[in-house]
C-alpha cells in the first residue's frame, strides 16, 4: 500500500490558545514555536533548533490538536500519519514509502506528525514472520529521524512511551508529557465550552478524571440533550 493514501493533509486552523494546556507545557511549546520562527538567526550563533518532538501521555488530552497548533502558529502544513495503519499494510513496501514521506515533508518544510509511535516499537519486540522486515523499519526510521532537516519539524506522539525502544527515544530533544487533567482543569474547560451555550443549557452534571475529549464529548451531549428537551417542551405548550 503506498502510504500517501495514509496521509492526512490536515486543514484545520487551531490556535495554541485554543488547546488546554499546563503551564509548563505551554512553555515549552511556545520556546518550541520562536525557536522556529526565529532559526536563522539561531543557526547563525551555532545554536541547534529542536525540531524532533515527542508528546507522550494520555489518550484524549490534546496531543493532535497541539501538532496542529504548533503548525498553524508557524505557518507550516501538517502531514498527519498514523503508524499503526503501517503495521497493517503490505510491510515489505513500507520502508521506501515512508522515506518518501519523510522527504516530502523536508522538501515543503511542513510539519510532519506521526501518531502512534508505540506500534512499531510493539512489533520490535514481537515473535512475528515479520519482525525482520520491522527491524529494518525501525532502522530506515531512525536514519530518516537523524537527518530530518532543522528547517522543518517532526512531532511524534505515543500513549505508550515505556514500550518504545529506547533508541528512538533518544532521538527526541524535546519530550511533552499529557497527564489527565484535574478537576480544576476540568472546571475551567466546562466553563469555556459551556460559554457558548444560553445559560438555562450550562447547567449539566460534570465527569471527573477523564480527559478533554471525552469531557468534550459529554458536554456536547448534555447539552443536545437540554436543548431537545426544551424544545420538545415548547412544542406541547404551543396551542
Known amino acids: 500500500m503506498n502510504l500517501y ?88 513496501e513500507t520502508s521506501q514509502n515512508i522515506k518518501m514521506i519523510f522527504d516530502k515533508a523536508a522538501r515543503e518544510r511542513s510539519v510532519l506528525f506521526l501518531d502512534e509511535l508505540d506500534q512499531i516499537g510493539k512489533a520490535r519486540g514481537s515473535d512475528d514472520k515479520d519482525v525482520g522486515e520491522m527491524r529494518r523499519l525501525v532502522n530506515t526510521l531512525l536514519q530518516l529521524i537523524d537527518y530530518y532537516p532543522e528547517n522543518a519539524l517532526l512531532i511524534c506522539a505515543t500513549n505508550h512511551a515505556e514500550i518504545i525502544d529506547t533508541a528512538l527515544l533518544r532521538r527526541f530533544q524535546l519530550k511533552i508529557n499529557y497527564e489527565m487533567p484535574s478537576a480544576e482543569f476540568l472546571d475551567t474547560y466546562y466553563d ?43 412544542e406541547i405548550t404551543q396551542p
Not at 202 to 216: D, L, P, T, V
Not at 218 to 224: C, N, Q, S, Y
Open 192 to 234: 469555556t465550552i459551556l460559554s457558548q451555550f444560553p445559560e438555562d443549557l450550562r447547567s449539566i452534571h460534570r465527569k471527573y478524571g477523564i480527559s478533554f475529549a471525552e469531557a468534550k464529548d459529554h458536554t456536547f451531549t448534555a447539552v443536545k440533550s437540554a436543548l431537545i428537551k426544551k424544545l420538545e417542551s415548547q
Open 5 to 92: 493514501n495514509l496521509i492526512i493533509q490536515d486543514k484545520e486552523e487551531i490556535s495554541l490558545n485554543d488547546v488546554f494546556l499546563g503551564k509548563n507545557n505551554r512553555d515549552q511549546l511556545v520556546q518550541l514555536i520562536k525557536e522556529h520562527t526565529y532559526v536563522k538567526e539561531l543557526q547563525e550563533y551555532g545554536l541547534p533548533v529542536n525540531n524532533k518532538i515527542l508528546l507522550q501521555g494520555n489518550s484524549g488530552c490534546g496531543k493532535t490538536m497541539t501538532a496542529k497548533a504548533v503548525a498553524n502558529a508557524l505557518g507550516k502544513n501538517i502531514l498527519i500519519l498514523n503508524l499503526s495503519n503501517i503495521v497493517s499494510s503490505r510491510i515489505g
